[in-house]
């Protein structure tokens, strides 16, 4: 069942972001503009309205086309993370870890009860009746559906987008974070990451945030988004480029998709982590290639959540945008 009505398209302008000034953790949002559709693509020229039936009003919504122009939503590993995205938590799914492909769905508290070796006979056995070896793993995925909680994190695109955008900072970055971050409830990560753009204290303290014993505001919307978007802007977004030049990798785009998806994974395993990832394969050419190659990759700092993280990115954009579309009957 969709959620969301289309109600019109392409919004070809927000502010004039180049003359803008921004207040450090500004506390107003910035209302996006519908006035300037006739000037050149700005930061929000993905942005659409849509209307939610449910509180009947307009939100913001970005819709990536290039999603479909590069047919992510026919990879394996995104079909897999939207299956995880629509289960419920007492199913999980038998699959591949390198490459998610689905064998079957079990119910996780039967899986839970058997013994070691009764989990260990099945894996291998999965193993060969698919005709592969053992260093391919066989992972029980459990759903995340009461996780990924799309209705409830689409209330916050509107803010989301309007801050980003204030702070200069593409905010196709602000819907990605907040769609896998704490889309269900403010999250605190077992590495002490906070609040709907899960930044660390460091981070957040960085960009001026108070983060003591009284107060952590990390939990304040409008000011982590600022600190994010900045952490974005200031770091993620200039590490990339260096990674890449270092690399020997011209002529893209930031708006490419895959350069997106790169900055991504700087803003969740840090620059150092991706760049050892990315030197450990040395990508020639700056495509979606170089983001496949990189989910196969493993580093000492460098894992399986890293690996998926721009997965799941990818998979929540879809899925969003299922809800967006117009209902067919």
């Known amino acids: 069942m969709r959620f969301f009505i289309l109600i019109f398209v392409f919004l070809y302008s927000c502010t004039n972001i180049a003359t803008t000034p921004v207040e450090p953790i500004a506390k107003k949002t910035v209302t996006i503009s519908e006035n300037k559709i006739n000037e050149p693509k700005t930061l929000c020229y993905n942005v659409v309205g849509v209307l939610n039936p449910k509180t009947k009003f307009n939100e913001d919504y970005i819709l990536d086309r290039s999603l479909y122009h590069l047919k992510l939503d026919t990879v394996a590993q995104v079909k897999f993370w939207r299956s995880i995205m629509n289960l419920h938590q007492d199913s999980a799914i ?17 899986w839970n009860s058997k013994p070691d070796s009764i989990k260990k006979f099945f894996r291998d056995s999965v193993r060969l009746a698919n005709n592969v070896d053992s260093t391919n793993r066989v ?19 509107h803010n989301g987008i309007n801050c980003f955008v204030a702070n200069g900072v593409d905010p196709w970055f602000a819907q990605a974070i907040l769609l896998i971050e704490s889309p269900n409830k403010l999250q605190k990560s077992n590495a002490g990451a906070y609040g709907p753009f899960q930044l660390m204290k460091d981070v957040a303290r960085l960009y001026g945030l108070k983060v003591n014993k009284e107060i952590d505001e990390r939990a304040d919307f409008e000011r982590s988004a600022y600190a994010s978007s900045s952490l974005i802007k200031t770091i993620c977004i200039p590490k990339a480029h260096k990674m890449l030049e270092d690399l020997n990798i011209t002529g893209y785009s930031e708006s490419d998709l895959w350069f997106k998806l790169l900055v991504m994974h700087v803003y969740h395993a840090g ?30 700092r460098f894992k399986n959540a890293s690996q998926n993280y721009s997965q799941l990115v990818l998979a929540a954009m879809l899925e969003m945008n299922e809800r967006a579309l117009i209902a067919k009957k």
């Open 271 to 300: 620059a150092y982590n991706v760049e050892k990832a990315l030197f450990a394969f040395k990508p020639q050419h700056g495509n979606m290639d170089l983001i496949y190659t990189l989910w196969q990759t493993q580093t000492a």
């Open 139 to 157: 992972l029980i995925t459990s759903g995340k559906k009461f996780f990924y909680d799309f209705d409830k994190t689409s209330q916050n695109f």
């Open 94 to 110: 038998v699959n591949f870890g390198s490459s998610r492909t689905i064998i079957q769905k079990i119910n996780i508290k039967d």
